[in-house]
């Protein structure tokens, strides 16, 4: 028998998570099961148990989890890893699990030089912040504005960038503004007078807006920055009534810029020129506290969870 954590309702995490026991998974034809050595955690599990994301009772017990690295325990027919491979599942669906089962397109042979709670954490974020430069068509003549800079989004967002040529103004807290400048963007705080703050640090001004926060505070200072087609957000889906782009994998051209993104996101992260940071582990049953660990402020760095 093998435990995975499902949500019997929506609802706080530790009021609404509980551990199952199912038989190991068989795979199907074009299948792969693989034994999960980490899980990222991102917002999105914590927004799924709360009902933020839908709350449609049918949908229980929901399992959760949208990314995992691990062994490939078992391939199905019509497949191209075999038992033994080191993998990262994504996208998966119910990863806070001893085993998951996903179909081999989104199973990813994990290269010499990336560990496994970096492929776990890399993928989801991987792909948003590749989806967000590629919507907005981010060159090296941009002066890229990053809300949000020092998130698990915003600095893959940032070192693309900067790897790209552009200028990045990027916000965090003060504590963050050493590691902003380490990826090569200049840090802005965003407590206080954003727009100024802003204006001082641009050194021309700013062509195009990434939006990680999506709060009216940076929504509206980015309308007073760029036209509203020059701001792509990921969070800010109360305002696309202002023009601004929001991607979240729902148009055909946002899965696209997802999908084409993993092979550089597993490449760039296994030669270092994506850095994962780990914030901290939990236990596949201590689920609950690493979804309200990363529901609120929290440290830089992805949390993951290891069965
Ligand atoms: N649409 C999509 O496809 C998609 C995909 C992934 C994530 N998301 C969403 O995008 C958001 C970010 O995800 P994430 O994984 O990058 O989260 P994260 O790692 O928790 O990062 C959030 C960042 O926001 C910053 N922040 C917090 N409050 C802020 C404020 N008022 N103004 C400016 N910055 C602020 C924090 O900076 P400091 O720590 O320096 O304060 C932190 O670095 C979440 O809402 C998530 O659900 C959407």
Known sequence: MTISIVATQYGEPADSLAAVQTPVPEPGPGEVVVRVTAAGVNPFDAKQVRGQVGNDPAKLPLRIGGEAAGVVHAAGTGTEVSPGDRVVVYPATGAFAEY???????VHAIPDGLDDDSAAALLLAGVTAADIL???????????????????????????AVAAGATVIATASAANHDYLRGLGAIPVDYRGDLAAAVDAA?????????????SDQAIDVSLALVPADRIVSIAAWGRTGDGIVVVGGSTEESRRHRREAVPGLVADAAAGRIVIEIAGSYPLAETARALEAVSGPHPRGKYVVRP
Do not use: S
Not at 100 to 106: E, G, K, S
């Open 202 to 214: 641009a050194p021309t001004p700013v062509t195009a807006v990434a939006d990680t926060v999506g």
């Open 100 to 106: 998951v089962t996903a179909p081999a397109p989104n």
């Open 134 to 160: 590629a919507t907005l068509g981010v060159t090296g003549d941009d002066v890229l504005l990053v809300h949000g800079g020092a998130g698990a989004v915003g600095a893959i967002v940032t070192a693309r």
